[in-house]
Each structure stands twice: as C-alpha cells, then as structure tokens.
C-alpha cells in the first residue's frame, strides 16, 4: 500500500550523471525508466508508457507516481551566490527510506558512529532543542540543537560546539542547517533525498550548499560518503527493518524529540510507506 | 561458540536455532546472554561494545549491565535510566572449551564430553540431519556423533539455524598434538565441501 505517499516528489537521478543510455531504477516497487533525449530534455516513463512528472532541481532528476498538490519544496539557499553546490551521489541502503531519513535527524549517535568526526565522547550529551510541525509549511522542524564536534566539516580544524536546524519537507527527504566553519552567520545546507525502491529498500543520495572555497570537490564529497557509509552500518542492522510508528516496539527520550515528531507527522499524513504500523 | 573465540571485552552475535542473540564476556571474564536488539531504536547488540562488565550499543551508547538493565543513557548523562528499559538476558556458561547458551529453565548441566576439547566451529549449508546420516559419522550411545577425520577420533556437535543450515561444532581428543589438530581442520573443510557438494547435486536431481 503506498498511500499518500504517492503524490510526494522524490530523486530518481543525479542530472549531471544522466547520459544517453539514461537510468533503468525504481520508485515504490514501480519500475521506470529515466531517458535524456536527442536535444537533452528529460523524460521519466514507467514500464506500461505513463509519462511522469520531471522536475530539476538542487542537482537532483525528481518525480511522482501520482499527482503532486505541490510543487517541489524550496530550499532557497540552493541559489545563494557563492556556494559550492556537492553532488555525493548514490549510496543503495537495506532499510526504509523513513529510516534512513529518521538517522539523519538524530545527534545523539554522533559520538558512537561518526567518533572522533561528528562526535566524541565524552561530549554526549543532548541538550534541550525546540521541535514543532509547522503547520502553514506542513513541515517538521527542529532548532536550536547544539552539538560538541571535534570536526564539524571538512573546513573544520578543531572541535566546536555547532548550531544545527533540521527540516523534513517531504516525507523522504530532510534538510539540515549547520554552523559554517568558513563564514559565521551562514548556514551549511546538508540534504538526505532518499529514493524509495521498496518499503526496506532505498537509494539515498545527498547533497550539499556549502561555503568552502577552499577544499577539492573529491575532498567534500569523499567526507560526506564517510559519513553516510558509517551510517548504513547502523541501517542495515536495524530491527524491524520498516519503521516501527506505534509507541511500545521502540522507546524514545527527550533526544529524540525530532524522531518522536517525524514518526507523528508521517502517521498524521498516513505517510507508511516503509512503517510498521502494528508491533509484531 | 568455543569459549576460546570470546576473549573478554568482546561481543558477537551467538546463532541459536531462534536466531541471533548478543554474546558477550565482560573484562572480569564473566558471560552474558541477550536479546540481539537494543529497545531504544533497535539496532544490533551485537555490533556494540564492551567496557567494564557492561555492554554498549554502538549507535547511541545505551549501556547494558549483565542483568539486562539499562545503566546508562549518555544523551542524558545526569538521568538514572527507568528500571523499565531492560534487554531480555538468558542463562548461558561454559563446561569443556564451550560456551552454552539456553532461551528457556535449563533443565540441567551441559552435556560431559570427557578426554575431547573443541577444536574449531563453522558453518555448513546442509540441515544437521545430514550431517548426523552422512556415512562418514556414526552416531554414539549417548547420542553424540563420532567421526574420525585425519585418523584422529573426533565428535561432531551440530545445531541447527534458522535457515535450515548446521553450526557444526568438532572436538578433538584432548592428547592430540598440534600437528594433529592442524590435520584435521583441513580434513573437517573437505568433508564440509563433501556435503554441500552432495546437497547440491540432490537438488539438482
């Protein structure tokens, strides 16, 4: 059952990477195809001839299976001058594309899995943040989430305590906002765009806005790959692989505000693609 | 698992015929037996940590002591976590060079396999009932399986998995030397290679 969950935009290609033979992939169990045709247009077509929506933007070919209500959300600072846009490509994870987005919301588990990067003990520590569903947005948002990292980014030498927000405008896809090394008063812009192939099954592929003029491209993308790798050894050895959303199969605490929110707003919007809906 | 591939400090995950459970010896050697899923957010137990006499979940550090008892939330270092977050714990030990876990009341001791020591443990892609009817093995009084492989007497432990293969453990006679024990891991991988060979070809037929 894919419910609502149809009429949500998601990445199904990197638009740079897409060449002539274009990309055979998946959407929610539906095969389709992606094409560049003679003159460079994109088309997105599934196995029975339907033409689906195609929208470019922030590096990324999106589209739906059914009829979006609205347009792709915005990121505004994807066109911010000076701002170098980071396409880390695609990493293929064991899990539900809900899980693999609920890991990018969480902090506590910087210091265990990202250790000594992200995080380090015994700064452990998660201190109270604001969480709320934005209701003319239709979004989750979390601020004022403050974290000890011994190195933030790849700009970053020394350890810092970094501001974050986090937002989840989609149901498979979040944005987070950090604390930028290079330029106080700006904000890095980190994105999880998760491709749903099967309710525990997905490829995800980030993408980055940064202020960095200083590091290589392979040197930013070659951290954020790091990082996301360390994160499928927790992924893919999560039980139940779905996510679970009613209380009882896992137990939150007051760090995990974020999670608690996201699992209420998925649930709110019957967004259950890739849920378990009843403890098993 | 033999008790001489968990040194202490370590974890691994221990496959029982219900499947994976957490396996692991603290720093002052003691053993523990437990669900293979932190409650928190379900991650693998057995991907953890030992410090101490407790085990830590790699994702966000929750600590386990060896009751099953949550000790330690480090996102809240100043909380004393709820009794309620526990992970179920199970009897396990260890008689003759192996480790004996059990999921219900054991009903007893460990079976005695006296004058043999485990020599090795590993996994084979055939169901224990072909292990225990292959010509090669015959089985004794007291129900263990006698095999003799590289002219050594051995005895053949084999549990089933989940998915229908065998964790088969040999033991060897105490007094073997080294170059005996050597002798007969090669033979022990040939007869593995025997058997899923013959399954393979049963299938095929």
């Not at chain 2, 003799?148 to 549990?159: M, S």
Request: proline share 8%.
């Amino acid at each position: 059952m894919i419910g609502p969950m149809m009429d949500a935009w998601y990445p199904v290609a990197l638009e740079s990477r897409l060449g002539t033979n274009g990309r055979s992939t998946r959407l929610m169990d539906t095969p389709l195809h992606v094409a560049r045709l003679n003159g460079g247009a994109i088309e997105i077509r599934t196995e029975d001839g339907r033409a689906l929506p195609v929208r470019l933007r922030y590096g990324h070919v999106w589209t739906s299976l059914g009829a979006p209500t609205t347009d792709l959300f915005d990121i505004p600072e994807a066109d911010q001058p000076g701002r170098r846009l980071v396409e880390v490509g695609v990493v293929r994870v064991r899990c539900s594309p809900l899980r693999a987005v609920e890991n990018f919301l969480d902090i506590a588990h910087f210091p265990f899995v990202h250790t000594d990067i992200l995080g380090a003990e015994p700064h452990t520590e998660v201190e109270k943040y604001e969480v709320e569903i934005r209701e003319k947005e239709d979004e989750v948002w979390a601020t004022q989430v403050k974290f000890y990292q011994p190195q933030a980014a790849k700009s970053a030498s020394t350890g810092i305590t970094t501001d974050y927000m986090y937002r989840v405008p989609a149901p498979t896809c979040s944005v987070l906002y950090k604390t930028c090394p290079a330029r106080p008063g700006e904000w890095d812009v980190i994105t999880l765009f998760v491709q749903p192939l099967a309710e525990d099954l997905c490829d995800v592929w980030p993408w980055m806005a940064l202020f960095d003029d200083e590091s290589p491209m392979t040197d930013l993308i070659h951290f954020q790959q790091m990082i996301f790798l360390q994160d499928r050894s927790i992924l893919e050895n999560q039980i139940p692989r779905l996510l679970p959303l009613d209380p009882g199969m896992e137990i939150p605490t007051r760090a995990d505000l974020t999670s608690v929110a996201y699992r209420r707003w998925l649930k709110r919007h019957n967004y259950t693609y890739g849920a378990q809906l009843v403890a098993q | 698992m033999l008790s001489a591939d968990l040194p202490p400090m370590t974890v691994v995950p221990a496959l029982m015929p219900q499947g994976p459970f957490a396996l692991w010896r603290s720093e002052s050697g003691i053993l523990s037996l437990q669900a293979d899923r932190c409650p928190h957010r379900g991650m693998r137990l057995s991907h953890g940590f030992v410090r101490g006499e407790a085990l830590s979940c790699i994702y966000h550090g929750w600590r386990y002591a060896q009751n099953g008892r949550c000790l330690k939330i480090p996102a809240h270092p100043r909380l004393e976590p709820p009794e309620a977050i526990r992970v179920e714990t199970y009897a396990v030990t260890e008689s003759g060079g192996l480790i004996w876990g059990c999921l219900e009341t054991p009903a007893g001791a460990p079976p005695n396999f006296d004058g043999f020591a485990p020599l090795r443990m590993m996994s084979v892609k055939v169901s224990p009932q072909m292990i225990a009817t292959s010509d090669e093995v015959d089985r004794r009084a007291d129900g263990a399986l006698a095999i003799e492989l590289a002219g050594q007497h051995c005895l053949f432990l084999a549990r089933a998995q989940p998915d229908g293969s065998t964790l088969l453990f040999c033991l060897i006679e105490e007094a073997a030397a080294p170059e005996a024990r050597i002798a007969v891991s090669r033979a022990l991988e040939l007869f593995r290679c025997r058997l899923e060979a013959d399954d393979l070809q049963k299938e095929a037929l």
